[in-house]
């Protein structure tokens, strides 16, 4: 399995930007699509964004779209999540997730790899 290891969490105010980032080791990297799944108390995880092996491709959830962009640099083993006009409803840990195979997925059973999670917190 590939190790991920999420960076860039924080505080932010309503209306503010953040972007994260999730750095790949163990493993060719460009042989995952890669995606950012978030949870919030109370809820189940749930699918933000996934891009493919080679970045062609990506996807979003209706509550992220607009918003957030994925993207992936190959040559450095990461994926980033530029998060802008962030609501409180954003507020979750945010996990990176991997999944040996072209195509992404939506949901958590589609990803073999996680890393452990990063904190952020939209205040109103």
């Known amino acids: 399995q590939v190790q991920l290891v999420e960076s860039g969490g924080g505080l932010v105010q309503a209306g503010g930007s953040l972007i994260l980032s999730c750095a790949a080791s163990g493993r060719t990297f460009s042989n995952y699509s890669m995606a950012w799944f978030r949870h919030s108390p109370g809820k189940e995880r749930e699918f933000a964004a996934a891009?493919?092996?080679?970045?062609?491709?990506?996807n979003y959830a209706d509550s992220v779209k607009g918003r957030f962009t994925i993207s992936r640099d190959n040559a450095k083993n990461t994926v980033y999540l530029q998060m802008n006009s962030l609501k409180p409803e954003d507020t979750a840990v945010y996990y990176c997730?991997?999944?040996?195979?072209?195509?992404?997925?939506?949901?958590?059973?589609?990803?073999?790899?996680w890393g452990q999670g990063t904190q952020v917190t939209v205040s109103s």
């Open positions: 997730a991997a999944r040996y195979s072209r195509g992404y997925g939506v949901t958590v059973g589609d990803y073999d790899s």
């Open positions: 891009i493919t092996r080679t970045g062609a491709s990506v």
